[in-house]
């Protein structure tokens, strides 16, 4: 297996995280080369592959990562910027359920979910953080399924430091991330073919998916995509079903379907696309 990790140069806190990251791999280096690629690595851990990819360029503004280093799925390691500079861990799936592209990507077009790998990560994070009293403050959350790239032909996964720059800066933090993607690819190599979980897509909720990481942890859900309410709320019905089918087919794996508290025509429309596939669904 070769796992694929993405990156910017000009992100304080993914570049901290990769140098983290790649302490105990063996590397080697000039892997290979393109235009636009500012450094490639080819490492190994454990029993599998890390192909590392620098770029110039923000990582939400790729749309061809799919064509890069022959990897089975990529891991973008990020800041996370909010107005309101929240100190967390996240993680999250790429891509655009609603008409923009504001931040990469196209509209109305979704990456692959990697939902048991995002929960190990989850977990990861959070119990990580507890060796750390100086990160105490931090959230660990999903957030729901936005910007880009948009690259529906190979799972992608951002994990990702919020707060300000001091966060994105900060030692520890990257230790945290770098941490957690280690032991979270262990325990998904390892348990390949296994349900640790039950795969699940979301709909509903606030941009840090509050609920379905609260079911996360205590209901052994694991979430592919999760579609928020800001972006149903902007959606006409028939578009509701397109990216309703289109989360549910993008999630490998998906079993159930969670429905946050919403109008009932919206819910009717999400209902009604589960079904169609077969799910389980439970409205909350």
């Given at each position: 297996?070769r ?75 990020s ?7 929240i ?29 048991i790998?995002?929960?190990?990560m ?37 994990i ?23 032991g ?10 296994a ?16 609920l ?7 209901k ?34 998906a ?30």
């Amino acid at each position: 297996m070769r796992i694929g990790i993405v990156y910017s140069l000009n992100d304080i806190a993914a570049v901290g995280i990769v140098n983290e990251l790649i302490q105990g791999m063996t590397c080697n280096k000039d892997y290979f080369s393109t235009d636009d690629v500012n450094g490639a690595l080819l490492c190994r851990f454990n029993t599998f592959e890390v192909v590392l990819l620098e770029f110039d360029k923000e990582v939400v503004f790729l749309d061809d990562l799919e064509l890069r280093g022959n990897t089975d799925f990529i891991i973008i390691p990020s800041r996370h910027e909010s107005s309101a500079h929240i100190k967390s861990f996240t993680v999250h799936t790429p891509g655009n359920p609603w008409k923009r592209s504001d931040f990469g990507g196209r509209p109305m077009r979704l990456s692959t979910s990697n939902p048991i790998l995002k929960w190990y990560m989850l977990q990861e994070l959070y119990r990580l953080k507890q060796y750390y009293p100086t990160l105490a403050s931090f959230s660990v959350s999903y957030e729901v399924t936005h910007h880009g790239p948009t690259t529906p032909s190979k799972p992608v996964t951002f994990i990702e430091i919020g707060g300000s720059e001091k966060e994105w800066s900060n030692a520890e933090a990257h230790r945290v991330v770098a941490s957690a993607i280690k032991g979270a690819l262990a325990h998904f190599i390892k348990d390949q073919g296994a349900r640790p979980c039950i795969v699940s897509v979301g709909f509903g909720g606030n941009h840090y998916a509050s609920l379905f990481t609260k079911r996360a942890f205590e209901k052994n859900e694991c979430y592919g995509h999760m579609v928020p309410n800001y972006a149903i709320k902007e959606l006409a019905l028939e578009d509701l079903k397109i990216v309703a089918e289109m989360a549910i087919q993008l999630t490998p794996g998906a079993r159930r379907v969670v429905i946050e508290k919403m109008r009932s025509e919206l819910k009717n429309a999400i209902l009604h696309t589960a079904r169609s596939f077969g799910l389980e669904v439970i409205t909350v």
